[in-house]
């Protein structure tokens, strides 16, 4: 009996012993980290790309005598471009993204400041190519926020003589950065927006100068070899709902471009540019349906483009070169976006602008006083939005804005001069979700 017993108590508290390790072993399955299925960022791509190219031309007089003073202008294009891109990219350290890219991009922005006396083209930006590094992040396994730096040239062609041309392919430095994100299978689409400045400079035997500054603002699609057939276990990405209110603020590059229209045979009327540092903030309610996210936001962006002109100034002695300035726009945008994966929107908005536009009342020999006004104008653009975290949110987009009002300036006639701004802008933005 007393043996029968030991055996019982001996079997009860094994059976015990391996319910209690069977029960630990239960939850530390249920508490192990839950692994997913993602694709790899490592391999070859190739991709199209299109958006707006805004083109800055710093165009110089050089001064025939010693002692002379340079004739500086800086007039601006805004076109639709499109180009070609390709690459490799190394995934490390699990989250980390290396790569090398090579794109061309047309563009055929043309300057005609002079059209008015009888002059055609003064110059042209053909197209740009680069050579970039890339460094990325991933955000989600789906998702990389990147940034990007290289070198770039930029094919510029002017007048020479009389019927002559010269042209060359000036280098540049190229830096920028967007969002990719997986949208099915093996295709990425991206938002990326890129600034390339010349390094040196088109001189002529006419003694002109010509240096450019070009902001592209692109969408693209790339195809990735190998990205689901390599795909890798990663931890899931943070989630959130695309839904209700939220706000954020943003910072990036505007470059701007103000139309002149003025009733003077041989005055410059093309347009003039700027570029200038950009902080925004926004608000906004989304509502989804789906995987379709449809809502409103509204954002004002300061900025600060300046406008000058050497040569047609005021009759008062040493007037101001400067005869406008854009201080910033107000927007209302609606938004219609899809839910490519539950951590990343893709959208594209448009809207309502306006611009807040001020000319120089010391620059134009009529008009004492400066004359602010806020014109009408449009926006529209596409971005990129991808979740840090529940209520956390990182984007990246591009905005094409443009005045369908103008300002009306009396100079030495009444109302002789109109201006009309518009604005190619990239930025890069936190929101956070209610």
Partial sequence: MRRTKLVLLTATALVLAASATGASAADAVT????????????????????????????????????????????FAEQEFAYGVHGGFDYQFAPRWVAGVELDYTHISAD?????????????????????????GYLVTPQTLAYGKVGYAGIRVEA???????????????????????????????RVDATYFSAQDELETTDLEAFEPKTLLVTA???????????????????????????????????????????????????????????????????????????????????????????DLNSFFTGA????????????????????????????AKAGYAGFMIESNGDFFAAD????????????????VETALSEHVSLRVEGLYAEAVDQITIDNS????????PRVVSGKVGLAIRF
């Fill in 31 to 74: 508490e192990a980290p839950i692994v997913a299925t993602g694709p790899s960022w490592t391999g070859f791509y190739i991709g199209i790309h299109g958006g707006a190219a805004s083109t800055t031309l710093d165009y110089d007089l050089l001064p025939v005598f010693a002692g002379d003073d340079t004739t500086s202008y800086r």
């Fill in 220 to 310: 693209g699609l790339s195809y990735r070899f190998g990205a689901q057939a390599n795909a890798r276990e990663v931890t899931p990405a943070a989630e959130t709902s695309f839904n209700g209110f939220y706000l954020g603020v943003a910072g990036g590059i505007g470059s701007a471009q103000l139309d002149r229209d003025i009733d003077v045979p041989g005055a410059t009327v093309d347009s003039f540019g700027d570029e200038s540092g950009i902080a925004n903030g926004f608000i906004g309610y989304d509502l989804r349906f789906g995987n379709v996210v449809a809502g409103v936001e509204g954002e004002y962006s300061y900025l600060k483009a300046t406008f000058d002109d050497p």
């Fill in 111 to 135: 300057y005609e400041p002079f059209s008015a006396g009888g002059l055609g083209t003064l110059a042209s930006i053909e197209h740009a190519f680069s050579a970039s590094g890339r460094l």
């Fill in 159 to 189: 007048e020479e003589g009389f019927d002559g041309t010269a042209s060359d392919t000036l280098g540049a430095l190229a830096v920028g950065g967007g969002i990719e994100t997986f949208l099915w299978g093996n295709l990425t689409g």
């Fill in 413 to 420: 006639q009444f109302d002789q001069v109109t201006i009309e």
């Fill in 368 to 383: 004492g006083d400066d004359d602010k006004d806020l014109l009408n104008g449009y926006q529209v653009g596409a971005g």
């Fill in 320 to 347: 101001t070169d400067e005869f406008a300035k854009l201080d910033g726009i107000w927007a209302v945008s609606g938004r219609l976006g899809y839910v490519v994966t539950p951590s990343t929107l893709v959208y």
